[in-house]
């Protein structure tokens, strides 16, 4: 076996969307096969998981529990060319709120590794599989729209072994306005 280049993430894990999108991400998107739940991306990648200490979680931490939880909808599919077909919330904005907030406490890891100018917030539903299934999975999703959901917690995703699987490192509550 080939080893697997070890890698973390951030993410936003979006559970009111898996019974809309978890048959078809099962199906058309390789990271759902690996452990990753319905999600939208805040960083990736982010620390190797052999750099994740108490201080990086601790700094997340501090981060994220500053950060107000927020509501958001995913109002409509969208498409990364004919490779990529996704979700895509409403207002963006928040979603990249928390990705700047992140990258701006750890700048050594830019979004996707600087690949894009434009980090677009989004929910992946299949990634590089037949053009036909992605379509068909398309107009089935149409039915379900718009999902809604609220962001309460940004979960740290690692990568610990070879076989590529992600498991869930750390959770970080996100603050509820009014609640103390």
Do not use: N
């Amino acid at each position: 076996m080939v080893p697997v280049l070890r890698r973390s993430a951030l993410v936003l894990e979006v559970p009111e969307a898996e019974a809309a999108v978890g048959r078809h991400r099962d199906v058309l998107d390789a990271s759902a096969r690996l452990g990753v739940p319905a999600h939208v991306t805040v960083l990736f990648p982010f620390v190797p998981p052999a750099q994740i200490d108490p201080v990086v979680v601790a700094e997340l931490q501090r981060i994220l529990a500053g950060t107000a939880a927020f509501d958001y909808r995913l109002t409509r599919t969208a498409w990364f060319g004919d490779e990529v077909l996704w979700l895509a919330p409403e207002d963006p904005q928040p979603f990249r709120i928390l990705t700047e907030l992140v990258h701006t406490a750890f700048p050594a890891f830019p979004p996707y590794e600087g690949q894009f100018d434009d980090v677009v917030p989004h929910l992946t539903v299949a990634d590089g599989c037949d053009l036909a299934d992605m379509q068909a999975a398309e107009r089935a999703l149409e039915q379900h729209l718009p999902l809604r959901g609220r962001a309460r917690k940004v979960t740290l995703m690692v990568q610990t072994d070879d076989s590529g699987t992600w498991t869930r490192h750390t959770t970080f509550p996100l603050a509820e306005p009014g609640r103390s």
